[in-house]
Nanobody, 127 residues
């Protein structure tokens, strides 16, 4: 079992930046793939960015060039740096982990592949 705890959310204005963190504990053997998802009320959870332990990263087109995912394995922490934030980025952001995943060019992480989840951190972008 993997435990994931997110932090770093908050309220910013359009064009602002935030850095989300996700601290991982437990069975880190199941964290070859780690990802950030987001969800707003009434909508399905959406994959934003993914990171494989071999260094590969992948992003949803909606955030490419604005968001950067990274991981510090020594600190067991996953990050998401979000720049040029827009009101449509407002959502609850979740950290997730999986022992394996697929990488498809142009697509973010796939919801069905991730089984371990944090409780989320709220990001609100005002216009």
């Amino acid at each position: 079992q993997v435990q994931l705890v997110e932090s770093g959310g908050g309220s910013v204005q359009t064009g602002g930046s935030l850095r989300l963190s996700c601290v991982v504990s437990g069975d880190t053997d199941n964290t070859y793939c780690m990802a950030w998802f987001r969800q707003t009320s009434g909508k399905e959870r959406e994959g934003v960015a993914g990171s494989m332990d071999d260094g590969r990263t992948f992003y949803a087109d909606s955030v490419k060039g604005r968001f950067t995912i990274s991981r510090d394995n020594a600190k067991n922490t996953l990050y998401l740096v979000m720049n040029s934030l827009k009101p449509e980025d407002t959502a609850m952001y979740y950290c997730a982990a999986a022992p394996f995943c697929t990488l498809t060019i142009g697509l973010g992480p796939a919801l069905r592949e991730y089984g371990d989840w944090g409780r989320g951190t709220q990001v609100t972008v005002s216009s």
